[in-house]
Nanobody
Framework: VPLQASGGGLVQPGGSLRLSCAAS????????IGWFRQAPGKEREGVSC?????YYLDSVKGRFLISRDAAKNTVYLQMNSLKPEDTAIYYCATVGFLLVGSSCLRHDEYDYWGQGTLVTVSS
């Protein structure tokens, strides 16, 4: 399923951004969707995912919110109270079925990846 991530940009610390992950030519309904990020020199890490439930990286709990709009075939990541350490390229990914529990935060569970959108948190 081709995915397109968008919504990144430059924001000051404490600001907000909403990332979108849209599917073109396919559906996201009934599939696990994950948001991942990779900062320079660091490994890719799972930020949030939606499958049979919603799951979050500990460092973003209470600040980020993942949601699904089935009518628009889009998954969103609302990011609030952004910190400089949130700076990274953010990717969305999917796999053709639901994943169990927090395994949806593991990048090796996914087959289809979007191109990434850059989020920079800086004053």
């Amino acid at each position: 399923v081709p995915l397109q991530a968008s919504g990144g940009g430059l924001v000051q610390p404490g600001g907000s951004l909403r990332l979108s992950c849209a599917a073109s030519g396919g559906t996201l309904d009934g599939y696990a969707i994950g948001w991942f990020r990779q900062a320079p020199g660091k490994e890719r890490e799972g930020v949030s995912c939606i499958s049979r439930g919603t799951y979050y990286l500990d460092s973003v709990k209470g600040r980020f919110l993942i949601s699904r709009d089935a009518a628009k075939n889009t998954v969103y990541l609302q990011m609030n109270s952004l910190k400089p350490e949130d700076t990274a390229i953010y990717y969305c990914a999917t796999v053709g079925f639901l994943l169990v529990g927090s395994s949806c935060l593991r990048h090796d569970e996914y087959d289809y990846w979007g191109q990434g959108t850059l989020v920079t948190v800086s004053s």
